[in-house]
């Protein structure tokens, strides 16, 4: 045997738990879980089927871990896989979003996504996921940077530094013994941490003693759900816990991500071995509480907004009545969407389904599906809690032009509170609540500028390479985007560079 | 048939025995050696409350067939529904039959003989346990296992052969015309038109039309109108116990675990 197919091998025999021999052996390849599964329904190729993927895993496991598959092989009675067979067929481990909806459509509930991770951790054992770029980046990135997508701490803050600064807005950085530790997942603070910018203003209004930290800036929502690297995933929960040692916070915070729901609901035990460490609160039931509590003003926006369940959240991590008791809370014109809850639709863009390129005309075919549940409901708005479906979302309404105007549709839920709490603030005169943090208020200078992202852009713009950096926040499509709404920021930026200027020219 | 049956049974029951011992010994040696803390995470604050038992039951059986089949392949819908309570019904009817034989055998009492239609007799032989089992509707073998209730056990299995033939024969017609894993109607609406083919599955031609003969022999018997047909449905029934580990028939025994780990996921509301 092959060093990579032996390598697969092991990888299926160290991973596997007695549910999955149940998973493997249980099939009986009646195909029906392909009614489930959007890949399948809308492309009709059979190498999108569920089961195309799980009978790969499914013939190596019986060729090469079961004695009558072994003697059957060596007779020539059993199909042997190859490397060959691995190479051909790894794309099809990846179109696909490990929804989980498949089980739903299983006579005997089946979970196919739980032998897409362990085909895909496989993969990642025997090295032959390197050969996927995305891939292989997702794993050197959370290796070399501890951030998937290979973004600096620099970067991130440095980019939310500008955003807070262009709204005359403050966030607490590295704040000792603050209640909870807040770390926006990869996918978050690369594609949308001008959305962003409204969970830190909701934070700040309702004062929750909350602190970033200056290195831990992933979750590793894409190493455990895409690259399914049970190594690296590891690591990235022990760095998220002794961040949390070192800051003294009492919680960890779940910013909106389907993926990390997931994580922290389940995986991170299988993961670790063991429970995760800290206790974890999702920012739904957070702000929930927030409202319930008084803490957080809010009144009912009338926007007509439709909920997409992430896959991740809602069926495999069962948040759904949460997102609809807030949705409800903060909004008059709620509208379901048909199926929902955990027979919604995936969005197609979770662990990997947007994150690889190659995925992109599948799934924005498949995404028909999508469009026409949102379509059906008539709604202005689609609003999801997940990063990433929201942008999946966005996209399939683009593709569809669901929204005439070609205007955003897709909002993360924290933006459908927002919209809910700026009108109360307003009226109420408290709009100045949004600007700085609990943990920051009344704390003297120095203080300040040691916990502010303001202190930390002070010692950035040190930084020799802090030029370098400013030109890549010249060309970022995100400081684009966020141009639309604040032009000055390009000014911002030229004031910045003026200054570091102004400074070496005092040298 | 009876000498046939005689030197078969055996044989059928080792391999039998062995391929079940092979296939679920994996699953007992996979749960003895892979222990390690997995599942909902304790330190989830506010979690999802959890589903009964019986509401996840409910989803697990019943979930695909309200929410799929029903609609997108309704054929193998109902199918799949009727001939899952009459084998399910069958399959503990056959299973406390054999423990019936099996005490009185070990206790030494008489058991009917079945050729002679005899109600006492001490022949203990695999062709003559087997027609008593398999052919356990039939009133000499349901008053020797059952006694008063023989009567309504017949009533039970009466109602079972009418699922089995109706569900057969759904199934049948969803394997003839290739309806096996297909869309042939509307999902629900954001699927409207979507239509997907299905497949001519050999392996389940064959082991469907076995079935379909043991319910018809099985019909036979009960009815008196072929005299001995209960050993042909007992050898039937013996080439099931001989396929089953090596076919997708083995699903009659993962099934129960699969359905069980799907409930307990349920239950946590991670359903996947
Ligand atoms: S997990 Fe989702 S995408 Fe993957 S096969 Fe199942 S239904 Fe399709
Ligand atoms: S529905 Fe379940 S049993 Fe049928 S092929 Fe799919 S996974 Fe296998």
């Known amino acids: ?507 | 048939m009876i000498e046939l049956l005689n030197i078969v049974a055996p044989v059928a029951m080792a391999i039998f025995i062995v391929g079940v011992g092979l296939r679920l010994g994996r699953f007992t040696w996979a749960l003895v050696t892979k222990r390690r803390f997995r599942g909902v995470s304790p330190t989830f604050e506010s979690p999802p409350p959890r589903m009964g038992v019986i509401p996840a039951l409910y989803a697990v059986l019943f979930g695909p067939f309200n929410h799929f089949y029903k609609r997108a392949n309704p054929v193998w819908g109902r199918g799949y529904l009727f001939y899952h309570v009459a084998i399910i019904t069958e399959v503990i009817g056959y299973t406390i039959s054999a423990l019936i034989v099996f005490a009185h055998i070990i206790v030494g009492r008489p058991v009917p003989d079945v050729s002679l239609h005899l109600a006492e007799s001490f022949n203990y032989s695999p062709a003559n346990l087997l027609a008593i089992i398999f052919g356990n509707g039939e009133h000499l073998q349901a008053n020797f296992l059952f006694g008063e209730f023989g009567s309504l056990f017949i009533g039970v299995t009466w109602i079972a052969v009418g699922f089995a033939v109706v569900g057969n024969l759904h199934l049948m017609v969803a394997l003839v015309r290739k309806w096996s894993g297909a869309v042939v109607g509307d999902i629900d609406r954001a699927a409207q038109g979507i239509r997907t083919p299905g497949r001519y599955a050999w392996d389940r031609i064959v082991v469907r039309t076995i079935i379909f003969c043991i319910i018809w022999t099985e019909l036979f018997a009960r009815l008196h109108l072929v005299p001995g047909i209960v050993y042909l449905h007992a050898l039937l029934g013996l080439t099931l116990f001989v396929l089953l580990p090596f076919t997708y028939l083995f699903h009659m025994v993962y099934n129960f675990l699969a359905v069980f780990y799907a409930v307990r996921r349920r239950m946590a509301r991670t359903i996947a």
């Open chain 1, 1 to 507: 045997m092959e060093a990579e197919m032996q390598a697969f091998v092991d990888s299926l025999r160290h991973n596997l738990t007695a549910e999955d021999v149940v998973n493997l052996e249980a099939c009986m390849n009646c195909k029906m879980c392909g009614e489930a599964c959007a890949w399948y329904l809308v492309t009709g190729d059979e190498k999108l089927h569920p089961t195309h993927k799980t009978g790969l895993i499914r013939q190596i496991y019986r060729r090469y871990m079961t004695l009558e598959g072994q003697i059957g092989g060596a007779l020539g009675l059993v199909p042997t896989p190859t490397l060959a067979d691995l190479k051909e067929n790894m794309q099809y481990f990846w179109a696909c979003t490990a929804c989980g909806r498949c089980t739903l459509a299983c006579p005997s509930g089946i979970s196919i996504r739980r032998i897409v991770r362990l085909a895909r951790a496989a993969y990642a054992d025997s090295g032959l996921s390197y050969a996927n770029p995305t891939i292989r980046s997702i794993i050197e990135n959370t290796d070399r940077r501890r951030h998937s997508f290979g973004l600096t701490a620099a970067q991130v803050l440095g980019r939310v530094g500008l955003f807070l600064r262009s709204e005359g807005l403050e966030a607490p950085v590295n704040v000792q013994n603050a209640e909870f530790l807040f770390v926006c997942p990869a996918a978050g603070n690369t594609k949308i941490p001008d959305y962003g910018i409204k969970l830190i203003k909701i934070l700040n209004a309702a004062g929750v003693s909350y602190t970033i930290s200056p290195y831990v800036i992933d979750t590793g929502t894409e190493i455990d759900h895409i690259a399914v690297h049970h190594k690296l995933s590891k690591q990235m929960l022990e760095d998220w816990e002794q961040e949390a040692d070192r800051l003294g916070v009492q919680k960890i915070l779940l910013v909106e991500c389907g993926c990390d729901t997931r994580t922290l609901y389940a995986e991170a035990s299988e993961t670790l071995g063991r429970p995760f460490r800290y206790p974890i609160v999702s920012v739904d039931a957070l702000m929930l509480d927030l409202i319930k509590q008084g803490r957080l003003p809010i009144e009912k926006t009338h926007l007509k907004v439709t909920l997409h369940d992430p896959c991740y959240a809602t069926r495999l991590s069962g948040l759904g009545d949460l997102f609809r008791e807030l949705l409800n809370l903060v909004t008059d014109n709620f509208i379901e969407m048909t199926p929902n809850r955990e027979y919604n639709y995936c969005c197609n863009g979770g662990a990997g389904g947007m994150r690889l390129p190659e995925n992109t005309a599948t799934r924005r075919k498949i995404s028909v599906l999508k469009a026409n549940q949102i379509r059906a409901t008539g709604a202005d708005f689609v609003t999801s809690p997940c990063v990433v479906c929201t942008l999946s979302l966005e996209d399939t309404c683009q593709t569809y032009q669901l929204s005439p105007s070609g205007d955003r549709m897709a909002l993360v839920l924290f933006e459908v509170v927002y919209a809910a709490m700026e009108p109360a603030l307003a009226k109420l005169g408290e709009l100045d609540r949004m600007r700085v943090p609990a943990v920051l208020r009344n704390r003297d200078h120095e203080f300040f500028i040691a916990h502010s992202v303001e202190g930390q852009m002070m010692r950035l713009m040190q930084q020799p390479d802090f030029p370098e950096l400013l030109d890549w926040l010249e060309q970022d499509d995100i400081v684009k985007r966020f141009s639309k709404d604040h032009p000055q920021v390009y000014d911002d930026i030229r004031a910045l560079r003026e200054m570091v200027m102004n400074c070496e020219n005092c040298d």
